[in-house]
């Protein structure tokens, strides 16, 4: 926590060395009283060792709002100002801790809870390049539109043209926006109408979209029959719902399959995380006992233990648990405990490589604060931050679009991350961290056919039906114990789906939730 206070004033002088005299604006006299309450916060709730460069520090602060506000070529807003400085104060630690404006505390609400108004797609950006769709959901307004996997949408015409935009303005090129304005320009409420200019293979140009919104309700967790007793599992991310919704899952499959199941993939490719209570869930009910994941952190309450228990368990068939690039947080939190635990065969390539628990703090005025406030650790003890998750089986996509995206960024490419050595100071890590070499498992070449396939869940449907592998997982836990090495910590935690850490409500402090994003 930093904190503001004011020091010694600073203004204009004249010649002659007497101050000069002049009323106070309305907006710089409520700046001081905002430096004089810091000040009395400082003062007398902390110990007087540092006061005086912290007073220092919210001198110079006003002193730069105050000539900024008086003195840019053009009029500014000191709300706005001040927005800006909060979000630079969150910028200089790690990549995921950031100040959340009202809008976009509402925005990750909403998707949390899985639930809005808009058009029901999926996209991705490349830097340079435009708004990719991933895919359209299924039964919503983008959908029924016609719009496609890997549609580039070129702009956007929103309902309601935002007031930053030039005078005339209706249409944007979507190469300079960020993904967040996008998904902001195009959820609005429902039945009103948005305008997509979208170009696909064939186009000669890019081809207006209308399409009506509507509530869009995004399922995290899909399931369905492979074949005769081999299920499969798709969870998309870690809601508020995704407890349920994966027994409810379970409990179709099962109805499905009444012999039992021979084996089963749980699809987590380009799952980003969510709600770390959540992967809980989900890990707890392939593991009967043990730990699942544990946390640690400055705070006695976020040092933490997350384990397993009996109730709910799977049986013991094979499970092979899917991962790619975009595999995040609490994703590798669930392909973890099932790796350490010798419960699933983890196939795919290494994962995003984030191993840090964000709290969310609700502040005035609706909006919000994202703070990263514990490391977490698999069952083994072992941080996956920066590293990711290493499979089991390393099986390279092969179609071209999908080697493309298995290049993108991870963890250890952002700006300010927290590295290995952070997570775990006595291991002896690299320098630099190349791209892990392939296991060799498998590593295809793309094909045009390939477009089509799906070779991981292939390659996974093949490794169920062979026992090898999983006799082999079965004498590994026999003779480990992944809790062995687990450093012990504060609190041990019970979870279930009603366990909730969603907004509002969670382990660590009272109004915060907790996420593994």
Known sequence: MVNFCRGKGSGPRPLGGKMMRRKMHPSATFTMGFVAALVMLTLVGGATTGASTRYEDLALFSSVLDLVRRNYVEPVEEHELMQSALRGLLGELDPHSAFMSKDAFEEMQVDTRGEFHGLGIEITKAQGGFIEVVSPIEGTPASRAGIESHDQITSICPTEVPESWDEGEKCRNTKGMTLFEAVQLMRGKKDTEITIHVFRDGFSEPNPFTIVRDIVQVASVEGELLSP??????????????????????????????????????????????????????????????????????????????????????????????????????????????????????????????????????????????????????????????????????????????????????????????????????????????????????VDEPTPDDEQTDLMLDRALEVLKSWTYFERLSEQRAESSPNASAQPVAGSVETSAEDGEGEGEGAGEAGSSEEAR
Not at 291 to 302: A, I, K, P
Not at 352 to 380: I, N, W
Not at 420 to 434: F, G, K, T, Y
């Open 229 to 442: 007793g081999y299920a499969y599992l798709r969870i998309r991310a870690f809601q508020e719902r995704t407890g349920s919704e994966l027994e409810k899952a379970l409990e179709r499959i099962h109805a499905e399959a009444p012999a039992g199941l021979s084996g089963l993939v749980i699809d987590l490719r380009d799952n980003p995380g969510g709600l770390l209570n959540q992967a809980v869930t989900v890990a707890d009910h392939w593991l009967s006992d043990g730990l699942v994941v544990y946390t640690m952190g400055r705070e006695n309450s976020q040092k933490q233990e997350y384990r397993a228990r009996p109730p709910g368990t799977e049986g013991d068939y094979p499970v092979v648990v899917l991962v790619n690039a975009g595999s995040a947080s609490a994703s590798e939190i669930v392909a973890g405990a099932l790796q350490d635990h010798h419960r699933a065969l983890v196939m795919g390539v290494p994962t995003f490589g984030k191993g840090s628990v964000q709290t969310v703090y609700p502040l005035e005025g609706g909006s919000g604060l994202r703070l990263t406030t514990a490391l977490y650790y698999t069952p083994s003890g072992r941080s996956i931050q920066e590293v990711g998750i290493e499979p089991d089986i390393e099986v390279h996509p092969a179609s071209a679009s999908s080697l493309l995206a298995d290049r993108r960024v991870r963890e250890r490419d952002l700006r300010g991350h927290f590295t290995h050595r952070d997570a775990d100071p006595e291991i002896e890590v690299e320098d630099s961290l190349p791209e892990p070499a392939p296991a060799g498992d498998v």
